[in-house]
């Protein structure tokens, strides 16, 4: 009988991920764990079957899943999550796209600018408030992801609800962190989750010659500005909710 929640770390992308998982590697087994994006042939449908039979091992997953998985999970469960200031976010998701060929979205943005990729309508799910999308979750209940939608980053159709989301951080997440305040957050995360008193910190992935924020042409930046005015908010609800709780 499991005596602690089940952990879901919610991955949102170019938050914080690397960092994450390979303290995760540190803290627990390796059948203690179940990486959603490094496994070949993982479903959230086998996700949930794992996460509920009796007797399974798992004490914590990592993936790219939305908020409300938990609500096909039988065993108790807490979650945990990174968030990242907005526009960092979308033009760190572009250049890794870039260097990835292997992800389906590839083909569609090899060739733009990155103020073509935020212009582009067809790609708005990963321009547009991605992370309220992820963390409030779809309204009518989880929706099982597809492959093609898991590996594009796209959680669901569903309209990002701030409300939704602030709500979540506040009730369902044991820990919620900044990326950019990442000296700060990973020691008090772990001491929140019960991990070792280690003060090791990774680093992300930075692509080299990765063109600045402040590089971004104005009107680019508007525009960046516009689409995100739900994850520029959640974002400083985030900094508040960590400061509320750790600071002091």
């Known amino acids: 009988m499991q005596k602690e929640p089940l952990l879901l770390f919610l991955h949102i992308p170019k938050t914080a ?103 582009s309508d067809e790609l708005d799910f990963l321009t547009s408030n991605l992370q309220t999308r992820y963390l409030s979750g779809n309204p009518q209940g989880f929706t099982h992801q597809s492959e093609m939608a898991y590996f594009t980053w796209r959680p669901g159709d569903y309209e990002p609800d701030l409300h939704r989301a602030k709500a979540h951080l506040a009730s369902s997440f044991s820990f919620v962190g900044i990326t950019e305040w990442s000296h700060l957050c990973f020691p008090a995360m772990r001491k929140q989750l019960g991990w070792s008193s280690s003060d090791k910190i990774y680093r992300e992935n930075v692509t080299d010659n990765r063109m600045a924020i402040n590089d971004v042409d104005p009107a680019t930046m508007q525009l960046l500005f516009q689409k995100n005015q739900l994850d520029i908010q959640l974002h400083s609800y985030a900094q508040e909710l960590f400061l509320q709780r750790f600071s002091g």
């Open 17 to 119: 991920g690397t960092s994450i998982n390979q303290t995760l590697m540190e803290e627990y087994k390796r059948e203690e764990i179940a990486f959603l994006h490094e496994e070949g042939g993982w479903s959230t449908e086998k996700l949930v079957a794992l996460c509920n039979q009796p007797d399974s091992s798992l004490r914590i997953v990592s993936g790219h899943f939305p908020f409300g998985i938990h609500e096909l999970i039988t065993r108790p469960v807490s979650y945990c999550t990174f968030l990242r200031n907005p526009f960092e976010l979308v033009l760190s998701v572009f250049f890794f796209l870039l260097r990835n060929p292997s992800i389906p979205t590839y083909e569609q943005i090899s060739g733009m600018s990155f103020a073509q990729f935020v212009q």
